[in-house]
């Protein structure tokens, strides 16, 4: 299947992609890198099918980007700068049978793709664009393969009335599961009012938002040095400190509903979550009077979901024992490497009892994501 030629025009529903492949022309991924990372299993890695305990599962990653020319040629010269400093990005463009032939060798059924946001400080109409350049071929891939993909919506942030549209034409026409979101917009955090329709909306919807950091800025002149720190750090503080502002700021508490997602095992909240029932008690000249929380902060963990993203059996024995089980999903971060046996992650994790490893494989992201006949 050759998929480089461009397209123009927009589809706007979800029958238009299933009868015809023209939306399909020009979508192009970042590949899975196949070389082994120093910490994977030096055991021949799980394949396809995969099966626990004797029954078979189908495993869903949560977390794993694409990119489409189109929309990054609109962002001009900055273009270049989209594609991060990781092994081999550079030259990892493929098609999408390459894409699926990764995912086998990943021992991976499903991914739910999303395009990291890249259009936050940018005009509204240029901003626009890129969306619907990024839904409509991510429609387009959903319902040509409704097997191996699904998909979160980009959505016009920084235009909240006009994200209510976007994540509503996803969902209802475009066959998406939800959106793909930062941890804030151009400074302004999700626990902003302003924001308030969007998640109304989403939570209407029973859409999910997959919160993906994109680094704290302010911090760029301390992540100077060794150790990539822009993202070793940086990227996990920044899905925190988003997470903290929906807890203490009371969004959550208004909206119950809400399918929040977070990338990275939802950086180091979990790590550390006590301390945030302890805050206001100790300082409360730090804390508003005004916001009265209808829990503790540390309960507002078991409402969100998590990926496994955090690379030893270790880590994930005390994400599972902070959040739950049934709050965590199988991740990658697909196409780039930082953990490319992900099933087997979870395989080695003795902690988790057969049910368990069942469900953080396959079974949560079915039921979160509404997909019918898997889990």
């Not at 994977?40 to 078979?56: D, E, F, I, N, Q």
């Not at 998909?151 to 475009?174: G, I």
């Not at 308030?196 to 209407?204: G, H, I, L, N, Q």
Request: proline share 6%; glycine share 8%.
């Amino acid at each position: 299947m050759n998929i480089f030629a461009k397209t123009g025009g927009n589809m706007t529903n979800r029958r238009d992609f299933l009868t015809g492949s023209a939306g399909l022309a020009g979508i192009l991924f970042c590949g899975c890198g196949l070389p082994r990372a120093a910490h994977a299993a030096a055991a021949a890695p799980h394949r396809l099918p995969v099966t626990v305990a004797g029954k078979h599962v189908k495993t869903i990653d949560v977390h794993s980007h694409c990119l489409f020319h189109e929309a990054n040629a609109l962002m001009g010269d900055e273009a270049a700068k989209l594609t991060p400093p990781i092994n081999g990005a550079q030259q990892a463009f493929m098609t999408v049978e390459d894409r699926a032939r990764a995912m086998d060798a990943m021992a991976v059924d499903m991914e739910i793709l999303s395009v990291n946001p890249f259009w936050y400080g940018k005009e509204r109409d240029l901003a626009a664009k890129i969306v619907s350049i990024n839904n409509d071929k991510l429609a387009a891939l959903v319902a040509s393969k409704p097997d191996r993909f699904g998909a979160f919506a980009s959505l016009t942030l920084q235009d909240p009335a006009l994200a209510v549209t976007e994540l509503e034409t996803a969902m209802k026409k475009q066959g998406l599961g939800g959106a793909a979101i930062g941890d804030q917009v151009a400074g302004s955090e999700f626990s902003d009012p302003k924001f308030d329709p969007v998640w109304a909306k989403a939570e209407e919807l029973g859409a999910v938002l997959f919160i993906h950091p994109e680094g704290v800025p302010e911090l760029n002149k301390r992540w100077a040095g060794n150790g990539w720190l822009l993202n070793t750090i940086g990227n996990p503080l920044a899905t925190t400190i988003a997470l903290n502002h929906l807890i203490f700021q009371g969004t959550l508490d208004k909206f119950p509903n809400l399918k929040v997602l977070a990338a990275h095992g939802g950086g180091y909240l979990a790590s550390y979550a006590p301390r945030d029932d302890h805050a206001c008690f100790v300082a409360p000249s730090a804390c508003d009077p005004n916001i009265k929380l209808k829990k503790q902060p540390t309960e507002y963990l078991n409402q969100l979901h998590f990926d496994a993203l955090v690379f030893t059996p270790e880590a994930l024995r005390h994400l599972v024992a902070q959040v739950g089980a049934s709050q965590i999903m199988l991740g990658s971060d697909c196409p780039y490497p930082w953990e490319l046996h992900p099933v087997d992650a979870i395989m080695a994790t003795d902690s988790l009892s057969d049910a368990q490893k069942h469900a953080i494989l396959g079974g949560n992201a079915a039921k979160l994501f509404g997909l019918k006949g898997v889990g």
